[in-house]
């Protein structure tokens, strides 16, 4: 492949259904050429065939589809396919929307070029665009012109401007009143961020907290006495629209960090790529009348859209649902209407800034409303304040490499939240880290398979997608279920004497941690020093010994009928990692991690089958402290550690494993650490994730081996094992 052929190129996912109906995204590396877009399984050397091509020309267009979500994560889905065959398709997906915008801008420049050329030689490609009245307005969007799949085609009304390729999103519902439009007929000639601040539909109540807070001018007789008028806060953030957008769309432990009235949010149903059904529990600060009023959740669609001129709009509404039914201990109130507005300025010194609107107009419901007149103000006041919120975010870090994000949402059946299955809240405060732990028990759903040898061609067209459902839809998607489990390692079969326990508040015992906590080195890190969510482990940790002796326990992988002989049994390659504790009584914490085989000339065969001083150059840890005193904390840190370099590591390597004896007492630094942890470890809750260091671009982006979270260990519930001898000569 000529280098100076390619247009764009880089990993992207690869968003599919198989034939039963079920999505699978892997990891691909697309490369656009002139004619030409294709992805292969790895990056292309030579003449390297791709997996699948799509020949680009001025018939092709590309579709924004919007988000989508697989096992609870969303990715950016676009599909590009050619008018005169729509049914031929490439369909891509990328984890951050700045990513998913950059490969639509490159194809469509592509497709531009080609409709040029034709212009210039007299032949004239058909425009196809469909546009609803609201959509000739200055700032249309894009994402609301009606399904072409579904509209009928007229080949003979071609337009002269063929330039512009169209993409594809369904409208917002029609419940859900876009307030951002709304007074576009009355002030048509005015600037559109002066549109927002007219006195004839709005008034200035209050500046607080750097913001500026409106209130609705006109009644609102349509509505129960106990809904408010609408409100909004305004303000200006310093970051792009799409590092706002990402922040507000997600639903994860990330948004208490900006929003003070989160409390736990989780998707309901994905309507399309740009309409979904939200639960949302607000957690609302009462002063001191919060023991007599009840919390506040709110069911409600969620539509977005992004604009031609680069802007966002994020639309919320009240709606019934029959899988989010009223929840024990909960207030249901209604949103009438609310959202999110969010517009590019001019940067200034170099650093992007948005102009932030947050509208809302909300009925809290209950006894409280009727009777503390200030109640509803003062919760959507807190409502609001996720404006300075995020301003403040952003405001903490010079920064502004945009990382790509993985939002994570809990679906509501996983998350066993909905009353009409009779179960109970098993807890009515849900602590910040709990969202993303939620997940954790299905650890091996989230399919990023970069080595997949399935790469399926079959797709579902989008006007076909939502009406796939049939009412055997159950039972195929148990069969999908599983058939993917006979691919997936049996853990049932290990066994290990620390316990193993998904709870949160769980005690001596330990759980998979999700990889997204950690961040490593992104694909581009040799050029812009990024880091992102570490995603999917390599290996599965499928046990954990808890172990004391009075001398120091060597090549435990030696040990009669321990988890490394087991998967050997079973044809598996098992990884060996063995933290050991000096003192009067010594300790080790063992952690088995085991996968099907190594990829053949992966950075990871390399680290196994290498020499010592490769090793010790590459093992690299990442500690986290979630739980445990400040002190603590400060001092175990969250900075990548090279173990290698740090203290003295023994590898074993046997013929099915790799053992990795790490001895922390072997350094000052560490033991003094160790002293201060050890003390009080029964209170201390640690996740650690050990990963081999990815230098060259080659080499890039970093995954983590693996990844455990360890909670309240208890010294007495260790035991003693009984080692064999050891006939190892390494």
């Not at 307005?137 to 009606?146: G, I, L, P």
């Not at 961020?193 to 500046?207: D, E, I, P, T, V």
């Not at 969010?342 to 006894?367: A, E, F, V, Y």
């Not at 997608?465 to 599983?482: F, H, I, L, Q």
Request: glycine share 6%; with cysteine; charged share 25%.
């Amino acid at each position: 492949m000529a280098p100076s052929k390619v247009v764009y190129e880089g990993w992207m996912v690869r968003y599919g259904r198989r034939k039963i109906g079920r999505s699978y995204i892997h990891m691909r590396y697309f490369v656009l050429e002139p004619r030409l877009l294709a992805y292969y399984k790895r990056k292309p050397q030579d003449n390297q065939v791709p997996i699948k091509t799509l020949v680009i020309d001025g018939n092709c267009r590309v579709e924004d589809r919007g988000m989508k979500t697989h096992h609870g994560h969303m990715v950016y889905v676009l599909c590009v396919y050619n008018k005169k065959d729509k049914y031929h398709r490439i369909t891509m997906a990328a984890f951050n929307i700045q990513e998913a915008l950059v490969w639509k801008e490159k194809i469509e420049q592509v497709i531009d070029q080609h409709q040029e050329s034709q212009v210039a030689n007299g032949n004239k490609y058909v425009s196809f665009e469909y546009k609803s009245g609201a959509d000739c307005a200055k700032n249309a969007s894009s994402s609301d012109h009606e399904s072409q799949f579904s509209a009928q085609e007229d080949e003979d009304d071609a337009q002269e401007n063929l330039l512009r390729r169209t993409t594809i999103g369904n409208g917002p519902p029609e419940a859900v009143l876009d307030w951002t439009r709304e007074i576009d007929t009355d002030l048509s000639y005015q600037n559109t961020n002066n549109q927002a601040f007219s006195r004839k539909h709005w008034r200035l109540l209050q500046c607080q907290n750097g913001l500026r807070i409106f209130e609705e001018l006109s009644d609102v007789d349509y509505l129960p006495r106990s809904c408010s008028r609408a409100m909004k806060a305004v303000g200006v953030v310093e970051a792009s629209c799409e590092e706002i957008f990402e922040l507000v769309m997600s639903m994860d432990g990330t948004r208490f960090e900006w929003d003070c009235t989160f409390q736990y949010g989780s998707l309901v149903e994905e309507v399309d790529g740009h309409t979904a059904v939200i639960y949302h529990r607000l957690l609302l600060d009462c002063n001191w009348f919060q023991m007599f009023i009840w919390p506040r959740d709110l069911c409600y669609v969620r539509y977005w859209r992004r604009n031609d001129d680069g802007s966002y709009v994020v639309l919320f509404r009240s709606r019934q649902h029959e899988n989010c039914g009223p929840q024990p201990g909960f207030v249901r109130a209604h949103l009438e209407s609310g959202g999110f507005n969010i517009s590019p300025l001019k940067p200034r010194n170099g650093r992007p800034r948005t102009q932030l609107q947050h509208l809302m107009q909300i009925d809290l419901k209950g006894w409280g409303v009727g009777y503390i007149s200030s109640f509803q103000q003062h919760c959507l006041l807190q409502m609001l304040n996720s404006v300075a919120g995020l301003r403040e975010y952003f405001a903490q870090t010079d920064e502004r490499v945009a990382t790509p994000r993985i939002s994570v949402m809990v679906n509501m059946t996983s998350a066993s939240v909905s009353s009409s299955k009779g179960q109970k809240l098993q807890e009515s405060s849900i602590l910040p880290g709990s969202l993303d732990q939620a997940n954790v028990p299905n650890r091996t759903s989230v399919v990023l398979d970069e080595y997949s040898d399935e790469d399926e061609d079959f797709q579902i067209p989008e006007a076909e997608e939502e009406d796939y459902s049939s009412p055997v839809e159950n039972e195929v998607n148990k069969t999908a279920v599983e058939e993917e489990l006979k691919d997936q390692i049996d853990l049932s079969c290990f066994t290990g004497n620390l316990r193993h326990d998904d709870h949160e508040n769980a005690r001596n015992c330990w759980r998979v941690s999700d990889g997204n906590n950690f961040k490593v080195r992104s694909k581009n890190y040799c050029y812009d020093k990024s880091k992102v969510p570490a995603g999917k482990h390599l290996m599965e940790l499928v046990a954990v010994d808890w172990f004391k002796d009075t001398k120091r326990m060597d090549h435990v992988a030696r040990r009669q009928g321990c988890a490394v002989q087991v998967a050997s049994e079973k044809g598996l390659f098992s990884l060996v990692v063995n933290l050991q504790v000096p003192g009067s009584t010594h300790y080790s914490m063992v952690f088995y991690f085991v996968a099907k085989e190594l990829v053949p000339g992966s950075l990871l065969e390399r680290f196994v089958d290498g020499d010592d001083d490769f090793r010790n150059s590459r093992l690299k840890l990442i500690p986290v402290v979630p739980k445990g005193s400040w002190i603590v904390r400060q001092s175990v840190g969250s900075t990548p550690c090279l173990l290698g370099k740090a203290v003295d590591c023994n590898y074993i390597r046997g013929p099915d494993y790799l053992e990795i004896d790490v001895d922390i007492g072997s350094s000052t630094v560490a033991n003094g650490v160790l002293g201060l942890v050890i003390g009080v470890i029964t209170t201390l809750v640690v996740e650690m994730a050990f990963l081999v260091q990815a230098n060259t671009e080659d080499e890039l982006p970093e995954r983590l081996i693996g990844a455990v979270r360890v909670s309240h260990i208890e010294l007495s519930s260790a035991i003693i094992p009984k080692l064999e001898a050891d006939l190892s000569n390494e």
